[in-house]
């Protein structure tokens, strides 16, 4: 089975009848993280779980799946979305940015431009699920309060045990809808990144824990 985020239905979980001839209409190969595919399904409106009955990919990912970089920040992507996705609606903002994000890491060219990929795609899909943080950062409301998710006063002791709330500020503020590098460093990218996957755990994963980030803060 398989779970694919689709444009016209949302969230939706398919049988896979795997096929491994070249003639095949459904191939194994096919559901790789992030592919983007064409696919044509029986829709069951009794049955929960629906089946394929033919796909074809939209695109080759080949420049990710083969460099580190972008492999790393691909199954990274691939995690979020899976314990952040929840709705069977149809999103179509949604789905557009999640395909311009795929494409986007595919077509980079120059993998040392990618060092903040993954704090832009988490800051957007925040966004996109409603739960934007709220840039209020002022002299008196210096601390981010991730369970609030704006910034606060520091005699509240909910806010995260940083001290570079300034920074996390910077970024929201400097962010603009097409990606570009934004950190200095890889503890500026540590820094942020800290803030975003507590923000997400707290809001949208129901506190599950973002195993692939471990690999990001080795490679990236």
């Given at each position: 089975m398989a779970n694919l985020y689709t444009k016209d239905l949302g969230l939706k979980t398919y049988i896979?009848?795997?096929g491994r001839k070249k003639t095949a209409k459904v191939k194994s190969s096919f559901f790789q993280p992030l592919q983007i595919m064409n696919i044509v399904v029986y829709d069951n409106q009794k049955n929960t779980i629906q089946q394929i009955k033919e796909c074809s990919?939209?695109?080759?990912?080949?420049?990710?799946?083969?460099?580190?970089?972008?492999?790393s920040l691909a199954f990274f992507i691939d995690e979020i979305?899976?314990?952040?996705?929840?709705?069977?609606?149809?999103?179509?903002?949604?789905?557009?940015?999640?395909?311009?994000?795929i494409t986007t890491l595919n077509d980079c060219e120059n993998t040392k431009q990618l060092k903040d990929f993954h704090l832009y795609f988490m800051y957007h899909l925040a966004c996109y699920l409603g739960f934007e943080p709220l840039d209020n950062y002022s002299k008196e409301n210096c601390f981010f309060d991730i369970k609030k998710g704006h910034f606060t006063s520091p005699i509240d002791t909910q806010s995260i045990d940083s001290q570079n709330f300034l920074l996390f500020h910077n970024f929201i503020s400097s962010i603009k809808e097409n990606y570009s590098p934004f950190t200095e460093n890889i503890n500026q990218r540590n820094e942020l990144l800290n803030?975003?996957?507590?923000?997400?755990?707290?809001?949208?994963?129901n506190h599950r824990h973002i195993k692939s980030q471990e690999v990001l803060r080795t490679i990236l």
């Open positions: 896979i009848q795997q990919l939209c695109n080759d990912l080949t420049s990710v799946y083969t460099n580190m970089v972008k492999m979305l899976h314990v952040s996705l929840k709705e069977d609606n149809p999103n179509e903002e949604m789905y557009n940015f999640i395909c311009q994000t803030i975003l996957i507590s923000f997400f755990e707290e809001h949208i994963t």
